[in-house]
């Protein structure tokens, strides 16, 4: 059956919230917390995803996880959709309203509960913001280092749904590596840990490493432990240009195998780092004209002396290359500035156009070839892309700009290069997402990472969680 019959299927089991339904709702939730206003409803339709829209009927805003319970009861048995939201940080749709029905927000749910520092653990709502939870325990000499650049906004749930990254993953991992166990409402109502708080756990299936990127498909995470380590007290930062994009990919896994792994190795593409710089306004180092590429290198640690030595190690490799002066950032004003341009990448993009995010990863000795061929194909099917991302871990983000394509390009043809990176991607052993998940908009494209068989694995997962479809329809599967 077609996705599109799938989805016709679908939306004619779905039920909309009555008036009635919508009375038990705001029972369990109270007066002030139910919403149906038109702007809210609006607000709750779209996220950081093209310009999509999809208004639900109501939004939900519970306090605590017997709430939850209640209201996925109550929509299991009347089959009303629910989408579970965060702070509306994504790129990929998985948050989207598809079918209407509840959007259950979880902003309420903000608690940092328990810092277990003699066991290097915290305990967490996932409402808590990413940045705010790593400050918190930075305090304590704690580090949680998944860093996503919507750290400072993005909700920890939603991280733990994407199983999110950041420029830290190449040293550090991403969310799953550092998430013991979850408290998760099943569609039923149901309540169940996934695990336990121990740092080995060889128990059965391993439940939480399949909630962990499950994006809110299989039920809703409302708490959630966490492991730590000690909060690194030094970190140094080098910014190399290289007057060839494709010479800066290849750097990469050089400084690997030259035995030193940074902290963070980002890329960034001359048109990504121009428009970074007009939308801070400001940059701590000046561009010259014939860089096309800039590899952000940071290493970090607790002896300066070992940090001064692999950013040495990392110089002579990078000499081997066709690279322009490289800048040495030894100071906290510098290197706050330096991270500022990379984080804002996405934001200064999406403010100059409306933009596909496709989120690929590759081994990284594949980089330069990835490169080359979203080039190829961009300019084969007439589109523009801006390529920058997590060089390290081969996490490229490639945004293609809509700029002035029409319609019929924009849904057709630029899918069709799309279906071409991927099928690319896929030949030379990576994926289609890194980071970001899957959703809505990258569904279409499962086909060429997964087989028959494995796609249906995973629809007998979703079927077993949630049998009557409530949860997340339309997302990955």
């Known amino acids: 059956m077609t996705d599109a019959n799938q989805s016709v299927r679908k939306s004619n089991l779905f039920q909309p919230i009555s008036m009635a339904v919508l009375e038990e709702l705001r029972a369990v939730v109270g007066e002030n917390c139910l919403f149906t206003d038109a702007d809210i409803l609006s607000e709750h339709g779209h996220d950081e995803t093209e310009d999509l829209l999809y208004v639900p009927q109501a939004v939900a805003e ?58 290097f653990q915290v305990t967490v709502e996932p409402g808590v913001i990413t940045e705010i939870l790593q400050n918190t325990l930075r305090e304590e000499g704690l580090f949680y280092p998944p860093d996503p650049a919507s750290r400072g906004w993005s909700f920890i749930g939603g991280n733990v749904s994407t199983n999110a990254g950041g420029p830290k993953a ?74 060839s994009a494709e010479s800066a ?52 640690g607790f002896h300066l002396e070992s940090l001064i030595a692999d950013c040495e190690t990392i110089t002579k490799v990078l000499e081997r290359f066709d690279t322009g002066e490289i800048f040495f950032a030894d100071d906290e004003t510098t290197k ?31 980089l330069p070839a990835l490169l080359k061929k979203v080039k190829e194909v961009g300019a084969r099917y007439g589109f523009e892309s801006v390529c920058y991302g997590h060089a390290g871990d081969g996490n490229l983000h490639v945004n293609i700009l809509r700029g002035n394509l029409s319609e019929q390009i924009w849904n057709e043809e630029v899918t069709k290069g799309i279906r071409e990176i991927f099928t690319f991607v896929k030949s030379v052993g990576g994926t289609i997402s890194g980071e970001h998940g899957i959703g809505l908009v990258q569904r279409q494209y499962l086909d060429i990472v997964f087989t028959p068989t494995e796609l249906e694995l995973m629809r007998s997962i979703k079927r077993v969680f949630d049998p009557n479809g409530i949860l997340n329809p339309g997302k990955i599967v």
């Open 336 to 366: 706050t500035a330096l991270w500022k341009l990379r984080r804002n990448v996405a934001h200064a993009v999406k403010r100059n156009s409306v933009y596909k995010e496709e989120d690929t990863v590759v081994p990284r000795g594949e």
């Open 62 to 119: 519970p306090a605590d996880t017997s709430q939850v319970s209640a209201l996925m009861r109550i929509c299991n048995h009347h089959l009303i959709p629910v989408t579970v939201r965060g702070a509306g940080s994504g790129l990929a749709g998985g948050a989207l309203p598809v079918y209407g029905g509840l959007v259950i927000s979880m902003k309420r749910f903000d608690k940092i509960l328990k810092i277990d520092r003699r066991n």
């Open 170 to 243: 190449v040293k550090y991992g991403v969310v799953k590596d550092h998430v013991l166990n979850l408290e998760v409402v099943l569609p039923s109502g149901e309540v169940i840990w996934t695990g336990s708080n121990t740092l080995k756990n060889s128990t059965g299936y391993n439940f939480t490493q399949l909630i962990v990127g499950s994006e809110g498909t299989l039920g809703v995470v409302t708490k959630i432990v966490l492991k730590l380590q000690p909060h690194p007290t030094q970190n140094l930062i080098l910014l190399a240009p290289f007057r």
């Open 249 to 300: 990919c290849a750097a990469v896994a050089a400084i690997f195998e030259a035995g030193v792994t940074p902290s963070g190795l980002e890329f960034m593409e001359r048109n990504a780092i121009d428009w970074a710089v007009r939308y801070v306004g400001e940059t701590p180092v000046p561009i010259n004209e014939d860089d096309e590429a800039h590899l952000l290198i940071e290493v970090d």
